[in-house]
């Protein structure tokens, strides 16, 4: 059974609450219910993973590294554009493939969203597609194992 470790950077526990006109209405307790079942559809275990705070963000990632995870799938949130910490911890854990995830289309925001300073860390990065991103994510993630 392939085992995926999901991991939500700062904010997105505030899906449904912060923007809806950029992240929508579904909220984070939705989104953990889609990948819940997305887990059940494909026989895989997927652990999710929030936290507001860098440290622990790059802890669970190290632990990645020993505890069997096979592929992480990352929304590192506002750490996308400024974490070479994150950056680091990613491209330390060269033995699963890591894709980045974003909610809505980071090319067509602000300026300072639109570089992903963890994106080289990652094989390949998804945005724009919603919540749905998250399942194509994980899809991607199982090819690659």
């Not at 989104?31 to 997927?46: F, R, S, T, V, Y």
């Not at 590294?65 to 330390?92: C, R």
């Not at 894709?99 to 289309?105: F, R």
Request: hydrophobic share 40%.
């Amino acid at each position: 059974m392939a085992k995926i470790l999901v991991i939500n950077g700062p904010n997105l526990n505030f899906l449904g609450i912060r923007e809806k006109a950029v992240y929508g209405t579904k909220n984070y307790e939705d989104l953990l219910q889609m990948i819940a079942e997305k887990g059940e559809q494909c026989g895989c275990q997927i652990e999710v993973f929030q936290s507001n705070h860098e440290g622990a963000i790059i802890d669970r990632i190290q632990d990645a590294y020993s505890d069997g995870t096979q592929a992480i799938v990352i929304n590192p949130g506002a750490y996308t554009h400024y974490s070479y910490a994150i950056h680091d911890a990613l491209a330390s854990v060269t033995t699963m493939p890591k894709i980045e995830i974003h909610i809505s289309d980071i090319t067509a925001r602000e300026e300072f969203r639109k570089v992903s300073v963890t994106a080289p860390a990652c094989d390949k990065q998804i945005y724009g597609h919603g919540l749905e991103g998250y399942l194509m994510a994980i899809d991607e993630a199982l090819q690659r194992i």
